[in-house]
């Protein structure tokens, strides 16, 4: 490496916008492109990304990776790319779940911990937009029955069903606000909370317990499988 710091790349191509984010020295660096060519997308925005950091791929000592849910092709592609350069550079690999990612940006919004403090038994929730009228759903709870990938009927029954007041976070389609699909029944996290952050990522990237099962996929939905056929 070009420097004694630890250089660390964090990454999500799951989804658009693609995004890349450095830092090195103290600085943080970004690149976000849009589109669902994730595949077409990453080494090019990866490349400038490098030039605007003055860096290279040698000096990038930790990759930090959003491992799903999202597309299939898009989430391969960062995963391949992770394990060549473990493999290659003996790069240290962490992951985490676009689940996680938006919990760790709702728990330290004050939103919701003016939300957690009115309601003690509260629960959080995240809701991701899958494709056309399907949704992936985590409820972070005592059951720990992990993610869910539901049609729009079935998000909002299971939504209702709940017990316990529900503070959900996340996102609908093309990434607008989930006001227009759960309704106003519900506490929601401000957007900024549902937006990857580049510094948020960074600081997940350096806790080492998203070592564990860093190059593990979460697919949930099967490539060209849909809950709902189009009519």
Request: hydrophobic fraction near 45%; proline fraction near 5%.
């Given at each position: 490496?070009?420097?004694g710091?630890?250089?660390?790349?964090?990454?999500?191509?799951?989804?658009s916008?693609?995004l890349?984010?450095?830092?090195?020295?103290?600085?943080?660096?970004?690149?976000?492109?849009?589109?669902?060519?994730?595949?077409?997308?990453?080494?090019?925005?990866?490349?400038?990304?490098?030039?605007?950091?003055?860096?290279?791929?040698?000096?990038?000592?930790?990759?930090?990776?959003?491992?799903?849910?999202?597309?299939?092709?898009?989430?391969?592609?960062?995963?391949?790319?992770?394990?060549?350069?473990?493999?290659?550079?003996?790069?240290e690999?962490?992951?985490?779940?676009?689940?996680?990612?938006?919990?760790?940006?709702?728990?330290?919004?004050?939103?919701?911990?003016?939300?957690?403090?009115?309601?003690?038994?509260?629960?959080?929730?995240?809701?991701?937009?899958?494709?056309?009228?399907?949704?992936?759903?985590?409820?972070f709870?005592?059951?720990?029955?992990?993610?869910?990938?539901?049609?729009?009927?079935?998000?909002?029954?299971?939504?209702?069903?709940?017990?316990?007041?529900?503070?959900?976070?996340?996102?609908?389609?093309?990434?607008?606000?989930?006001?227009?699909?759960?309704?106003?029944?519900?506490?929601?996290?401000?957007?900024?909370?549902?937006?990857?952050?580049?510094?948020?990522?960074?600081?997940?990237?350096?806790?080492?317990?998203w070592?564990?099962?860093?190059?593990?996929?979460?697919?949930?939905?099967?490539?060209?499988?849909?809950?709902?056929?189009?009519?």
């Open positions: 490496m070009q420097s710091k630890l250089v660390t790349l964090a990454m999500d191509t799951s989804a916008p693609l890349l984010t450095l830092e090195k020295d103290g600085k943080i660096y970004t690149v976000r492109r849009k589109g669902v060519k994730q595949e077409k997308l990453l080494f090019p925005a990866l490349h400038t990304l490098l030039a605007k950091a003055g860096a290279s791929l040698n000096d990038i000592g930790r990759i930090f990776l959003i491992r799903g849910p999202g597309r299939f092709t898009g989430i391969r592609i960062s995963l391949t790319f992770a394990s060549m350069m473990k493999y290659l550079n003996h790069t690999v962490r992951g985490t779940t676009m689940f996680e990612a938006v919990r760790f940006q709702t728990l330290a919004s004050r939103k919701f911990q003016t939300w957690q403090k009115q309601h003690p038994q509260g629960v959080l929730a995240v809701v991701l937009h899958a494709f056309r009228e399907e949704y992936f759903l985590q409820i709870d005592a059951k720990n029955e992990g993610p869910a990938w539901l049609s729009r009927e079935e998000l909002l029954a299971r939504l209702a069903a709940y017990a316990q007041p529900l503070f959900i976070a996340g996102s609908d389609k093309d990434g607008a606000g989930l006001e227009g699909l759960v309704g106003s029944g519900y506490a929601l996290a401000e957007p900024k909370a549902c937006k990857l952050q580049p510094a948020r990522l960074l600081e997940m990237a350096a806790e080492e317990r070592t564990k099962d860093a190059l593990e996929p979460l697919y949930l939905k099967p490539a060209r499988f849909e809950l709902v056929k189009p009519v």
